[in-house]
């Protein structure tokens, strides 16, 4: 069974600051790990993913997130918040369960980013 | 660009009707997938299939069904709307391994 904790429904931060969200997950097998973003009105779109290379992964728009297999953690970051990051983010991971990979996605984590 | 087209982005039903949502891929990605969206709940999976006229449940297929007839193509039926499925619907599809990619949703109003 795999499933995904995302710490805090709502981080608030200002511009210029950095931002950190937090995402722990729990799978009895190497997993790929992901995170999504999601702006108003729109569907999911991939920020960055993890699949077994490097543990420190780069996505777009200046965001990166490490995975700590000690700490089953895989958190986001981006070290200067811009307004534009305004948006829920999901964090999902995805491991082979009967050779299928099926995600299972967090409850989502509101950036709020304030002038 | 991979691009997964929903066929409406917002649509009002009646409670027992009968709803159809289409979402079409072209990516000839072997996987598909149907969420529903509610605020706190996250994403929570209701049908995916990994191959045409394959299907399985995720975890609350109550109340819907789906059909996949040709690969590009993936549609969740609703066989008797009632208020409580009022949500934002997201379809998504995916090869066997890798990165979802996502409809824009449809936000549906059961009355």
Same mark, same amino acid.
């Given at each position: 069974a795999q499933s995904v904790t995302q710490l805090g429904s709502h981080v608030s931060v200002s511009e210029g600051a950095l931002v950190l969200l937090r995402c722990n997950y729990s799978s009895s097998v190497p997993p790929y790990l992901f995170w999504y973003v999601q702006y108003p009105n729109q569907g999911l779109q991939l920020l960055l993913k993890y699949?077994? $290379? $490097?543990t420190l992964v780069k996505g777009i728009n200046g965001f990166e997130a490490e995975f700590k297999k000690s700490e089953t953690s895989f958190h986001l970051t981006k070290p200067s918040a811009h307004m534009s990051d305004a948006a829920e983010y999901f964090c999902a991971v995805s491991a082979s369960t009967g050779g299928s990979y099926i995600p299972t996605f967090g409850r989502g984590t509101s950036l709020i980013v304030h002038p | 660009d991979v691009k997964v087209t929903q066929s409406s982005r917002y649509l009002v039903k009646r409670t027992g009707e009968k709803v159809f949502l289409e979402c079409v891929q /072209?990516? /000839?990605?072997?996987n598909m997938f149907w969420y529903r969206q509610d605020p706190g709940l996250g994403l929570r999976l209701i049908y995916f299939s990994y191959d045409v006229k394959m299907k399985e449940k995720g975890d609350i297929p109550e109340g819907y069904s789906v059909s996949r007839e040709k690969k590009e193509r993936f549609s969740l039926i609703l066989e008797s709307a009632s208020t409580n499925q009022t949500s934002m619907y997201l379809c998504a599809s995916s090869p066997i391994i890798g990165t979802q990619h996502f409809g824009d949703g449809t936000r549906l109003s059961i009355l």
């Open positions: 699949t077994s $290379a $490097a | /072209d990516m /000839d990605h072997e």
